[in-house]
């Protein structure tokens, strides 16, 4: 599109909550509100930068040992039925081009890719992408997965290859990172309490807000552990595919309203000056 710049023009980081979406959870609104309302601001902002695409990273899409996954089919489908909400759903036209220049990227760089079968997405992609298509996007979209045996040198050699899949064509990219922080942040949290997992999240917050994404590898991988977090391979493949430097960071939020951590944050803003 002549007169755009190419490449990726937009990444964030938002969670992935089935309650912070209202069919879900609109009995704990109030609960969760600075997550959902901050979701719908990234959103809204991804739309107005008018990508052509989006490329979506999940910790819950279907993992395989040894290989990053690229959704496969014509459509990407999925709802939050498994939460008593069939209603939310989402159904977008998968970017197959996208798809076949990331998987020879990968390729290129030593990493291998399967492609997961046609089927509903996880809750990983679905959450994010509700407020996307509630904002108004419907344009082509991909969703990728991580090994299952994942480490933060092969994400960031995973994002190294979607940035140069990204600049294949003349195209404009948004990417998302879907991560949760820690689960563990207060008593009756889901997998338990400890009272050191709070520390990842505000150690996450400051390296966000701070715009220098290369600080992710630097948490200690003990903290990581015991925080239960499923944020940072996400994070690791997104923050790389930017060269993990992002123009005009912004944490929105951080909230821990069931023991587990919702970060909402813009981690690069091509548009915004």
């Known amino acids: 599109m002549a007169g755009r710049r190419s490449g990726v023009t937009f990444a964030a980081l938002l969670p992935h909550p089935p309650i912070a979406v209202p069919d879900v959870?609109?009995?704990?609104?109030?609960a969760s509100l600075a997550t959902t309302t901050n979701s719908r601001e990234v959103a809204r902002r991804l739309v107005r930068a008018r990508p052509d695409r989006i490329a979506l990273v999940s910790p819950h899409a279907p993992r395989r040992a040894g290989s990053f996954g690229i959704w496969s089919g014509g459509e990407?489908?999925?709802d939050l039925e498994m939460f008593q909400a069939p209603a939310a759903r989402v159904a977008l036209p998968n970017d197959t081009d996208l798809c076949a220049e990331l998987a020879g990227a990968a390729a290129r760089a030593g990493l291998a890719t399967w492609p997961i079968p046609?089927?509903?997405?996880?809750?990983?992609?679905v959450v994010p992408l509700w407020f996307l298509c509630e904002a108004g996007w419907a344009g082509p979209t991909v969703v990728l997965s991580l090994p299952a045996d994942a480490d933060l040198s092969q994400c960031t050699r995973f994002g190294t290859a979607l940035a140069e899949a990204c600049e294949s064509r003349e195209a404009c990219t948004a990417l998302i990172a879907s991560?949760?922080?820690t689960h563990r942040a207060r008593?009756?949290?889901?997998?338990?309490?400890?009272p050191r997992a709070i520390e990842f999240d505000q150690h996450l917050g400051a390296i966000l807000a701070a715009g220098d994404l290369r600080a992710v590898h630097d948490i200690d991988p003990a903290l990581r552990s015991l925080a239960?977090?499923?944020t940072c391979e996400s994070l690791g493949v997104i923050a790389a595919a930017i060269d993990h430097v992002g123009r005009r960071p912004e944490v929105l939020s951080q909230e821990h309203p069931f023991g587990v951590g919702y970060t909402v944050a813009i981690l690069?803003?091509?548009n915004r000056r």
């Open 25 to 30: 959870g609109a009995h704990f609104a109030a």
């Open 179 to 181: 991560g949760d922080g």
């Open 228 to 230: 239960a977090e499923d």
């Open 118 to 125: 046609p089927g509903l997405l996880d809750h990983g992609s």
């Open 76 to 78: 990407l489908r999925g």
């Open 268 to 270: 690069h803003d091509a």
């Open 187 to 194: 008593p009756g949290a889901p997998a338990g309490y400890a």
